[in-house]
């Protein structure tokens, strides 16, 4: 992750400077801050990746050549029947299964000694389809059944083309069970970091028949809390308030499975900060923009923790002599309020010979110090060169 870094110079204003060996010391104050505008860039990226789901299996359509190629039976006697060929052989009653592929069968035997038309009469179970041939005895219903269940329809043998003429019914009932393949997840939903303005698609994919989606709030297996009216393979959420963690359970007739937990964490940003600070004028919320004048940049205030709406003064930094010492202190603000969810914000104490060149150390003992609303104090003793120390500032995840 790359870190936002507002660097604070301390130097001494004009009004109050310490004479030490005919020189001025640098005296601390927020009017003079260096940003570093190099790595002031985006600080969180995150990333989320969705597979859509995949195809379903293609239902098998049978030609009326095949069909006819199956046709089994002959015709024995002049009584006119229909009978099943496949699956089952002579019965009135079709087995099959939710999730696999049906090929229904059916001859018409006897007179008239050949169909010119079929017709299907009742509601076919959803996934199969009326094969419909023309000019031949044999005739058949194909497809994979989503919905287990038992199912009457009656078939209907015309001795005319489009269903005309003198015809022949016979009621088969097809008994759809229960599928043998649970649902099993293709793709887990994501964990998913998003700044508190932001929302989100969780997605999970799944392979199974007639999968229903429940999604629930906490960690999976979780029932407590459903989402209401969250019944699809998808969910958007946010903006949020806080973490928050989903799961969704996807079932069928044949079983069911619980996805991982999607983490949802909040890592707010600049932006984000931004869009609640300058909610009723966007047109100020350019990161270099300093609409209430006090010389810090909307992404510097940011940094800092002050406000970009009103004059920023900074009365906690200081600078003092004490029996030969230089005293600096300041307070290490905690991110606090709008725009900082996940953030913390880091400061370090750099010392320089020379502002003018890039040669900024840390002090060791001040080094990444956590704002936690305490006050620092740093006691230097007073050298016979010049020296600059200045305040450096950072937002980054907290750890
Ligand atoms: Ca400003
Ligand atoms: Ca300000």
Known sequence: ??????????????????????????????????????????????????????????VVKWTAATVAGLGAYDSVSGATQITQIAPSSGSSTVP???????????????????????????????????????????????????????????????????????????????????????????????????????????????????????????????????????????????????????????????????????KLKIIDNYNSWAEKQFASNPELMARENDSDEDGLTNELEYVIGSSPKKHSIDPETNISLENSNLIFSFKAKKTDGDGYSGLERIYSVQESNDATQDSWTTLSSYSEITGNDQDVTISRPLSSSKKYYRLKVQLREKS
């Open 1 to 58: 992750m790359e870190v936002v870094d507002a660097t604070e110079n301390m130097k001494l204003p004009y009004y109050k400077k310490i004479k030490h060996y005919g020189k001025y010391l640098p005296k601390a104050g927020i009017t003079s801050l260096i940003l570093n505008k190099g790595a002031a860039t985006h600080f969180v990226v995150y990333e989320s990746q969705f597979v859509a789901a995949s195809t379903f299996t293609s």
């Open 96 to 262: 099959a299964k939710a999730g696999e592929l049906l090929n229904l069968v059916y001859q018409i035997t006897g007179a008239p000694h050949r169909a010119r038309s079929w017709a299907v009469i009742g509601e076919l179970p959803e996934g199969l389809n009326h094969l419909n041939s023309t000019n031949s005895n044999t005739d058949g219903i194909t497809g994979i059944p989503s919905e287990p269940g038992t199912y009457n329809i009656k078939v209907r043998a015309y001795k005319g083309s489009n269903n005309s003429g003198y015809n022949y019914t016979k009621t088969f009932t097809i008994e759809v069970a229960p599928g043998s393949s649970p649902p099993s997840i293709t793709n887990q939903p994501q964990s998913i970091k998003i700044s508190s303005v932001d929302k989100v698609n969780l997605k999970v994919s799944a392979s199974g028949n007639n999968l229903q989606y429940q999604w629930f709030n906490g960690e999976s297996g979780d029932t407590s809390i459903p989402v209401p009216s969250a019944t699809n393979s998808s969910l958007e959420v946010g903006p949020l308030s806080s973490d928050a963690k989903y799961w969704v359970k996807i079932t069928n007739a044949s079983g069911s499975v619980n996805s991982n937990t999607s």
